[in-house]
């Protein structure tokens, strides 16, 4: 029926348009070259394409920075080229989402430019403009309204001697964040959207709407490491953020015959506000993105490293599991473009390259909820070796080491070691579709470097070669798309007595599927006594090799009983 949850049984893939493939040869990826490269999707099995931001931008953060909503940016095609990719995914029986980056635009949307200019504008208080904290020289550091910091580097407020006031943004300072309490603001977001969807596309994927409510108070916040305030608590979960998502879900999405997909970015989401917001009778979205099982390498914020615990990631997952279980619904990600490759940080990239890709595929994409591909993630593309600064193009990194560097004296090589491991480009080079130079993704000169493991790790390689993680990611989701028990059997954790061995149940009907998975390098046997090799549907390992009782490193054994 038209109102079934279609995305329930999908998998999604997203795609990061300027590293995706490149028709025009000018470095940077575009929407004809993810055109040409549909085949291949839906030969993998994908459902759903999301986009990354393709409007135009001064493209400050790669996109995340809108400043015309209604248009693609020329670096990308033409709003004709969009049109022929949503028909072209749709003959193929795929569909497509776009992001949605409504929290903030980019300083030079005309609502900004015209906001900040004049008082008088009519989009004047659609940003949040405070004047300078009581007693203190407005524009002098110390005078901001109050003490958040921005997530890309220093005070949340920038001075605007124009208007003699301050603008919020909880990024960069060319993301101004919009007011949402402003109705007129809501307004032009809702019909923006809407035109969106009779332009025939999906859903929408909403950069950080978790944040698009702020307690008008604005309160200071709990001082971090860089002696500014911690925002958080007042716009992570503000007064009127189910008002406001409610009054979208009446606006845009009610009144229409068809269901979309809808998944929230929401960094800080707790799994009851994540239940809430995902809720089949009363939730406004059909999913969120949480973000507590990729912090589980990070030590308070994102650029201290620790180990991840196998313990620390089966209670994180299997907490959000049953939280969301019968009346929410989860999404399932390892990557995204702000992630590094999982691979590198979970798994182990050079060993264990091709055991460790599938295992952890195999873990993610068997639990209850939508599962996400982030582009390359189906070849084991793995986190980049970047020799030095001049290799980094990412706003947070760029960021990060000035702080670093200039403002807390640490070693330029100790901070680059931590961009190494931690910074969003690692999953932000080029998509490698084969050996050639350029990996097959331009014949130009890239917008940022190619990983040299190209020339082993590959589209090419991989498609069509039994054994390789490409074919294994087919297997993998051509099993959800077969076994109802995967879409829709509940989750219930298993204790083996073994640290190392992630395993889990799930069940639907008469039907039990079991998932054993070893999530180290060192082989581990354990008691089990239910599981034969008859009823073995998927492995990453010829199942003659080891004993029933015994797992190889990184070797996982679904059965279906
Ligand atoms: O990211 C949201 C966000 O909170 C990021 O700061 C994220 O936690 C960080 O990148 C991790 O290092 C979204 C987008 O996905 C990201 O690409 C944008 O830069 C950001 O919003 C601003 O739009």
Redesign the pocket.
């Known amino acids: 029926s038209e109102n079934e949850a279609w995305w329930k049984s999908a998998v999604v893939y997203q795609i990061y348009p300027r590293s995706f493939a490149d028709s025009d040869n000018d470095g940077i990826g575009d929407l004809p070259g993810i055109v040409d490269q549909l085949d291949y999707l839906q030969e993998l099995g994908i459902d759903v394409i999301w986009l990354s931001p393709v409007y135009r931008s001064p493209q400050q953060?790669?996109g995340?920075?809108v400043s015309d909503y209604q248009d693609v940016d020329p670096l990308f095609g033409t709003l004709e080229d969009l049109d022929r990719l949503i028909a072209a995914v749709h003959v193929r029986g795929m569909r497509l989402i776009m992001d949605l980056?409504v929290?903030?635009t980019s300083d030079q949307h005309p609502w900004f430019l015209a906001s900040r200019a004049s008082r008088e504008a009519p989009t004047s208080d659609w940003y949040f403009w405070r004047d300078a904290r009581p007693g203190t020289v407005a524009g002098e550091a110390g005078s901001e309204p109050n003490n958040w910091g921005a997530?890309f580097g220093g005070s949340a407020w920038e001075w605007v001697p124009e208007r003699g006031q301050y603008y919020l943004h909880l990024?960069a300072p060319s993301?101004p964040d919009l007011n949402w309490d402003n109705p007129d603001t809501r307004e032009a977001i809702f019909a923006m959207m809407n035109w969106w969807l009779d332009r025939g596309i999906d859903g929408f994927r909403m950069?950080?709407i978790n944040f698009i409510s702020k307690d008008p108070e604005m309160p200071d916040g709990p001082l971090n490491r860089d002696g500014y305030g911690d925002g958080m608590p007042y716009f992570s979960y503000g007064p009127k953020i189910h008002a406001y998502l409610a009054e979208m879900k009446r606006r845009v999405f009610d009144p229409r015959p068809d269901t979309y997909l809808t998944v929230g970015?929401m960094?800080g989401v707790t799994p009851e506000q994540a239940r809430e917001f995902t809720d089949r009778e009363h939730g406004q979205l059909a999913m969120v993105f949480q973000?507590e099982h990729v912090f589980l390498d990070a030590d308070g914020d994102?650029w201290t490293q620790r180990r991840m615990s196998i313990n620390d990631l089966r209670d994180t997952l299997a907490k959000w599991q049953t939280a969301l279980g019968d009346s929410g619904w989860n999404s399932l990600y390892w990557n995204?473009?702000?992630?590094p490759r999982v691979i590198s940080r979970y798994g182990n990239d050079t060993t264990y390259w091709r055991e460790s890709a599938t295992a952890l595929a195999t873990v993610l994409h068997l639990h209850r909820g939508t599962p996400y591909v982030y582009q390359g993630e189906e070849i084991g593309m793995t986190n980049a070796p970047f020799a030095a600064l001049d290799d980094f193009r990412d706003i947070?990194s760029l960021d990060y080491y000035a702080k670093a560097v200039g403002t807390h004296l640490e070693e330029p090589s100790d901070v680059l070691d931590t961009l190494r491991r931690r910074s969003?480009d690692n999953s932000r080079t080029p998509m490698q579709w084969s050996a050639v130079p350029g990996a097959g993704f331009t014949t130009g000169s890239p917008w940022i470097g190619v990983n040299p493991n190209h020339s082993w790790l590959n589209v090419a390689a991989q498609r069509g070669t039994p054994g390789s993680i490409y074919e294994y990611y087919r297997a993998l989701i051509a099993l959800r798309h077969r076994l109802p028990v995967v879409v829709d059997g509940n989750f219930v954790a298993v204790h083996t007595g073994r640290d190392q061995i992630y395993a889990f149940r799930r069940h639907l009907g008469n039907t039990t599927l079991t998932v054993h998975a070893n999530l180290s390098d060192l082989p581990v046997s354990f008691d089990r006594d239910d599981l034969t090799a008859r009823d073995l549907v998927l492995t990453n390992y010829t199942p003659s090799r080891s004993g029933p009782g015994r797992l190889e490193p990184w070797e996982v054994r679904v059965h279906v009983l």
Not at 336 to 339: L, P, S
């Open positions: 953060d790669n995340y920075d980056v929290n903030h997530s990024f993301q950069d950080v970015e960094p973000y994102k995204n473009h702000d992630q947070e969003r």
